[in-house]
């Protein structure tokens, strides 16, 4: 498609920080900092931004003597683009295969953005004695999200590739806009965003995502999550535009037990745009026994 002139490869990514792991269905990219003795956090992204959305979580976490783990998803950053279906067991998957490879067997606590909370959610469901805390932030899975027009289109076989190959990926840009109560940092996030784009294989994966459900409902999965004895924290962003606060009320009747906190003024990405806000919090529920 048009846009995407790169290939991954062992020489493009000499210029990528992180590291890069071989897993069964490709190499993934991803950072592991902060202190090795401490407890273990990993952090795992949405629908199509990479593991950059999470800087201001690893910074303060490392910082406050977590060992932190982040990654890209299969499709996104500078992860590998395999040619298979971009389903829920295959994002599962990558995160027990991570886990295995990193040989991390310490129960984790995963944070969980918007899909990446649906993913999180279904590894706490299939490997609970590998949770040990669980926060969502502002996740889908509840109901079926809403899809921009541009989004729509990739449902139709055929008519969303050639669509895509016209206009590029500035549709995939200016949607993300949305996920900005502040305007004023749209233009930083968006230039990060775009480097993935370059790379082969992106469009496509974000395409097999969509058709294989990743943003329709997935309420059963909550229900099972509502039946666990965990420590759960979500948050959510007042203004989020792409997962409504009203889909927060099935989430908090799923799982009860959840402990619920709304950042005001904030749109999707409340850790991204609202850090003072949340971290404090998040340290807290973290560091509670």
């Known amino acids: 498609m048009r846009d995407e002139t790169k290939e991954l490869n062992e020489e493009t990514r000499k210029s990528v920080g992180g590291a890069f792991l071989q897993l069964p269905n490709g190499i993934t990219h991803y950072e592991l900092g902060g202190n090795e003795s401490g407890d273990v956090v990993v952090l795992v992204h949405g629908f199509s931004v990479p593991y950059f959305i999470y800087d201001p979580t690893f910074r303060f976490l490392t910082q406050a003597g977590f060992r932190v783990l982040r990654y890209d998803l299969f499709g996104r950053g500078f992860s590998d683009r395999p040619h298979v279906d971009y389903n829920l067991d295959l994002f599962v998957n990558q995160l027990v295969n991570l886990l295995d490879t990193l040989r991390i067997t310490q129960p984790v606590n ?22 040990n805390k669980l926060v969502l932030i502002d996740p889908a899975g509840t109901k079926s999200i809403a899809l921009t027009p541009m989004l729509k289109v990739a449902k139709i076989p055929f008519v969303a590739e050639a669509v895509l190959g016209l206009v590029g990926g500035e549709a995939l840009v200016q949607s993300n806009a949305r996920d900005f109560f502040d305007p004023a940092l749209v233009d930083h996030f968006s230039a990060q965003y775009k480097v993935q784009m370059q790379y082969k294989g992106f469009k496509r994966a974000i395409l097999s995502t969509i058709r294989n459900g990743m943003l329709e409902a997935f309420l059963h999965v909550y229900k099972t999550l509502g039946k666990m004895d965990k420590p759960m924290m979500l948050f959510w962003g007042r203004n989020d535009n792409t997962v409504p606060l009203e889909h927060s009320h099935l989430l908090c009747t799923a799982v009860p037990q959840i402990n619920f906190h709304i950042v005001e003024d904030c749109g999707h990405i409340p850790h991204y745009e609202k850090p003072d806000v949340v971290n404090p919090i998040l340290l807290d529920f973290l560091r509670r026994i």
């Open 110 to 131: 995963l944070i969980g953005l918007s899909m990446g909370g649906l993913i999180a959610s279904a590894f706490t469901v299939r490997h609970p004695e590998q949770v």
